[in-house]
C-alpha cells in the first residue's frame, strides 16, 4: 500500500511567517490550529514531512542550532497531541548560492520522496508562496496554496494550473482525514 504523503512548507503555513524571518523558538509561534492537524493528520495514518527554506541561516539572522530548536518544539507540540512529524528538510542556502535544496527547485522534495522510497507524483505540497506552488509543479506534485501567512497575496499572482486552494491547514487535514 502506497504511503499516505503530506508535505508541507514551515513558514506561513504551520507557523506564523514573518518578513524579519523566525530568527528563534520564541518567535516561532504556531498558527492556530495546525498543531492539531499535523496531529490528526498523523494518527489518521499520514506521513507529514516538512520542505522550508531557512536563507536566515545564510544570512545569519540565526544558526542551526536555533533552527533544530523549532524543529523540536514543532515534534514536542505535536507528540503532546499523539501525532508525530516526519522528515524536516530544510535548504540554509541564501538565494545567489544557486543550490539545488532553494525552492522553487524542488530538491527537498525529491530528498522527502527519496528518503520515504515513494513517487512525487500527485503528492500534496502544501505552501504558502509561489514557490512553493512551483517547486511542487516541477515534479508533478500536487500544488497547494493556503490563504494563511504569505498565502492570501499569493493567491493574487498568476498560480500552476491546478492549484488548490485552502483556508488553512486545518482545512487541509478535513479534507484529507474525511474524504
Ligand atoms: O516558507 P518557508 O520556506 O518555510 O520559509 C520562508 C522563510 O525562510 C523566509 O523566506 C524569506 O524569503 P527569502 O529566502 O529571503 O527569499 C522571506 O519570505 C521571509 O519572510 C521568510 O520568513
Ligand atoms: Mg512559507
Ligand atoms: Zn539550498
Known amino acids: ?10 513558514d506561513g503555513v504551520i507557523n506564523y511567517d514573518s518578513d ?8 516561532w509561534i504556531p498558527l492556530p490550529g495546525s ?13 507529514v514531512a516538512i520542505a522550508t527554506n531557512q536563507s536566515g541561516i545564510a544570512r545569519g539572522y540565526y544558526d542551526l542550532a536555533t533552527l533544530e530548536a523549532m524543529h523540536a518544539r514543532l515534534r514536542e507540540l505535536v507528540a503532546e497531541q499523539g501525532g508525530e512529524v516526519g522528515l524536516i528538510v ?9 543550490c539545488d535544496c532553494r525552492k522553487p527547485k524542488p530538491g527537498m522534495l525529491k530528498t522527502i520522496a527519496e ?3 515513494v513517487p512525487l507524483t500527485r503528492v500534496w505540497f502544501v505552501g504558502d508562496s509561489l514557490g512553493d506552488l512551483e517547486a511542487a509543479k516541477a ?7 493556503v490563504k494563511t ?5 499569493t493567491q493574487g499572482k498568476t498560480l500552476p494550473v491546478g492549484t488548490l486552494i485552502f483556508d488553512d491547514l486545518a482545512a487541509i487535514a478535513a479534507e484529507l482525514i474525511h474524504n
Open 35 to 47: 498543531i492539531e492537524a499535523i496531529a490528526q493528520l498523523s494518527k489518521a495514518g499520514w506521513t
Open 1 to 10: 500500500m502506497l504511503l499516505k504523503l503530506l508535505i508541507l512548507d514551515r
Open 20 to 27: 524579519a524571518y523566525i530568527k528563534s523558538v520564541e518567535e
Open 149 to 153: 501567512g504569505k498565502g492570501e497575496k
Open 115 to 117: 528518503h520515504y522510497a
Open 139 to 145: 515534479v508533478d506534485s500536487q500544488p497547494v496554496l
Open 90 to 98: 530544510y535548504c540554509p542556502h541564501g538565494p545567489d548560492e544557486g
